[in-house]
């Protein structure tokens, strides 16, 4: 029973929302869509729903044209970045409140009720009311009636991106947990890379109302597509600065110019713009056959358990993430160094034209 | 310059707390440096707003008292007080030009004309202001206008503090690095205390020399960052900054080991001997990126089952099993995992044993 876009578009007042678009997510699949504030994630999901009806297109549920049905004549469940609840009702009338709707008999709407709370681990709240919790308890109220309902179809925008870091952190692993067993076509929309790593399935790559690359997360990660896929497939994103290649020898910006690895060797003379991953910028003199850029700190922005250095090169804001909590004062002088094995290069247009290989860089541990 | 001092400062908002959990701020004694930055850092609920409002004159405290410089300050309201305040939201005037928001607070101070000119002028250099004074603070966006915010604090010559309330929170994500930035490039200028209160780890870590933590009421560890994510003091610590957390195993002790299911595993050169001597909850803790994991079957180490494998493309997190307990492993993204049994390698620097909660740490061991 797969959920299919065939040509949908969206086009409000001459403003292109979502360019042609043909997409298919298969039964019992998850999705997430990824893409910066404005890619068109809620356009997508809306249009999904049928809160929205496409410019052109069909959206076929099932084998079934159902473009032009209302929401509430389709099995679906939303939940968004604002959690929503009835104030007036307990926890266990909110989850319970789909059932009644659709006149579920008491039984096993209890049953049901009860199931999922304590998936969500609310059954010790079912009798308080909304006010009476925290942003994440309300957050799995709101989620818990969307599992309730047992809907084909199940939309997320952004469901965690109000919550407290750590909340997000835990709510994720037992969401991934929750929608697994949910049995529905799952999307999930995200402008978090991280999120997208580890809610794992099938990952959609959003940019500017059309779909950059689809596949699963690390896939793309290692082997975007392009440059901007590979920016949106990371935080911090990867790092980009234009050089060349001539004679066999790489030059990143006005840095030194290194005999080009074996994965570009093969490519031929001219600009190009290099992509390095923000772990793979080490700190410290390189050897000589790496890059050494000498630089500033920007900002170094520590986040727990890594630290984010920041500085420019080449006329681009570069970040160098190290492991570990390293205290560096702004304008500190630093020596970076990037191994060339480790570089992704793209044509002048952002098409990848060569990955690196990782086995060749060997294991660092 | 202000060194601010809580003396037995607690507060409850219960009429009349009769038991420890009445407290929002359980009795705490702490003294904030003069010309540190500090973050003050806990999750919603622990008690670091409480403690804010009391600083900044809000909130009366039910007992204990807020010293500046050695001056009881306790029973003062905010303007009597030589602190500033940021808060989430810009605090200007839009109608008015940045030149007269900025100028305003010294207005009310009644300075001279000129020397108002100076100052104003001396700030919004600093601020990257100087090429905007006349326009008005309306149209500017909200980064400018947090700038402002912060500046109408910093022109003040009787300022000594500044208190700080997730002042990044409407921020756009891009614009936040260049103001944290400009922060620290304001610290290091003006050399006032500065305390910045947030939940957000990266917000704290990034801001602070000093890092207050707090949880349930209580401050749980001052330290610098790099300790926090190091030598954590309590387990909530451990826990609550970094990603993933701190792994937490009960054990017992013998000597200079924790002993967990019958494996010897050897602790930091700085935990005391006589650690495991008394009757109480021990727990060994270890930051995920600290462990290693081995596959070669050789004799050292814990066994253990993985159980889970998640690729976040620059490095794996591995779930795994020693006995009852799960542990998150940290490894590099190159490291294959050629088996679901494999054995875990307790580096012991940074093997750290737990007492009710708390590290247990020698009292001369080189802290900060």
């Known amino acids: ?365 | 310059m202000a060194r601010i001092e809580l003396s037995r400062l607690a507060h409850s908002y219960e009429g009349r707390p009769t038991g420890e959990s009445d407290y929002a701020l359980k009795p705490t004694d702490h003294v904030w440096d003069d010309g540190v930055a500090y973050a003050l850092l806990g999750p919603s609920g622990c008690g670091k707003t409480t403690m804010l409002n009391i600083m900044s004159g809000l909130l009366r405290p039910t007992e204990g008292k807020v010293l500046f410089d050695g001056r009881d300050v306790t029973e003062l309201a905010t303007e009597e007080r030589n602190i500033a305040q940021v808060f989430q939201f810009p605090v200007v005037y839009d109608t008015m030009t940045v030149f007269d928001n900025l100028a305003f607070p010294l207005r009310n101070q009644k300075l001279p004309e000129m020397e108002i000119r100076n100052r104003v002028a001396e700030i919004a250099e600093m601020l990257d202001l100087a090429l905007c004074l006349e326009q008005r603070v309306g149209a500017l966006a909200s980064d400018a206008r947090q700038k402002i915010s912060l500046g109408r604090g910093l022109v003040r010559t009787d300022v000594a503090a500044i208190l700080f309330d997730e002042p990044l929170t409407v921020i756009d994500p891009h614009l936040k690095n260049s103001l944290r930035r400009k922060l620290e490039e304001v610290h290091r200028e003006s050399r006032l205390t500065l305390i910045y209160v947030t939940h957000d780890q990266t917000e704290a870590l990034t801001f602070a020399d000093r890092v207050v933590v707090m949880h349930g009421g209580e401050i749980v560890q001052v330290d610098t960052p790099q300790a926090l994510f190091e030598r954590p003091a309590h387990t909530f610590v451990g826990h609550f900054v970094g990603s993933p957390g701190m792994n937490f195993l009960e054990c017992e002790v013998d000597g200079d080991c924790a002993v967990v299911g019958g494996h010897r595993i050897r602790l930091a050169a700085d935990t005391p001997t006589d650690a495991g001597s008394t009757g109480a909850s021990l727990e060994l803790g270890i930051r995920p990126e600290f462990l290693e994991m081995v596959f070669d079957g050789r004799e050292h180490g814990v066994p253990a089952k993985i159980t889970r494998v998640d690729d976040l493309g620059s490095s794996k997190i591995v779930t795994a099993a020693v006995g009852a307990d799960t542990l998150t492993v940290r490894l590099a993204e190159e490291v294959v995992i050629s088996d679901e049994n494999c054995r875990l390698v307790f580096p012991p620097e940074h093997s750290l044993l737990y007492r009710n909660s708390r590290l247990c740490l020698k009292p001369t061991a080189g802290r900060p």
């Open chain 1, 1 to 365: 029973m797969p959920l299919i876009f065939d040509s949908i578009s969206k086009i409000v007042s001459s403003e292109v929302h979502i360019h042609p678009m043909d997409l298919r997510l298969e039964s019992g699949s998850f999705n997430t869509l990824l893409g910066r504030t404005g890619a068109g994630k809620t356009t997508l999901l809306r249009l999904m729903a049928g809160l929205e009806r496409p410019t052109t297109g069909r959206v076929l549920m099932a084998g079934e044209d159902v473009t032009g049905v209302a929401v509430r004549r389709r099995n679906v469940a939303m939940v968004y970045q604002q959690f929503v609840n009835y104030p007036n009702f307990t926890v266990f009338r909110n989850i319970a409140s789909p059932l009644e709707v659709s006149r579920v008999d008491g039984g096993k709407i209890e049953r049901r009720v009860r199931q999922v709370a304590r998936m969500m681990h609310l059954e010790d709240l079912l009798d308080r009311l909304p006010a009476e919790l925290s942003g994440g308890q309300q957050q799995r109220v709101a989620l818990a009636r969307a599992l309730v309902k047992q809907a084909d179809l199940l939309l997320l925008d952004e469901p965690l991106a109000n919550l407290d870091f750590k909340l997000r952190e835990e709510l994720r692993i037992e969401l991934r947990r929750a929608l697994a067993e949910s049995g529905a076509i799952v999307v999930y929309a995200t402008a978090d890379p991280q999120e997208a790593l580890i809610l794992g399935g099938n990952t959609i790559i959003v940019d500017g109302g059309r779909v950059l690359q689809q596949g699963a997360a690390a896939e793309i990660y290692r082997r975007p597509t392009s440059l901007r896929a590979a920016r949106l497939m990371g935080d911090p994103p990867m790092n980009v600065v234009p050089g060349r290649i001539d004679d066999a020898y790489m030059r990143m910006g006005d840095d030194h110019p290194v005999e080009a690895p074996d994965h570009l060797r093969a490519l031929p003379d001219g600009p190009y713009l290099f992509g390095v991953r923000p772990h793979h910028v080490r700190m410290g003199r390189g050897e000589l056959s790496e890059i050494t850029i000498h630089t500033r700190v920007d900002l170094a922005e520590i986040s727990g358990s890594e630290t984010a250095i920041h500085f420019e090169h080449g006329g681009s804001s570069w970040v160098s993430l190290q492991d570990g909590v390293h205290p560096l004062e702004v304008d500190e002088s630093i020596d970076a160094r990037v191994d060339p094995r480790r570089v992704f290069a793209f044509d002048p247009d952002g098409e990848l034209v060569a990955t690196p290989d990782h086995a060749s860089a060997g294991r660092q541990v």
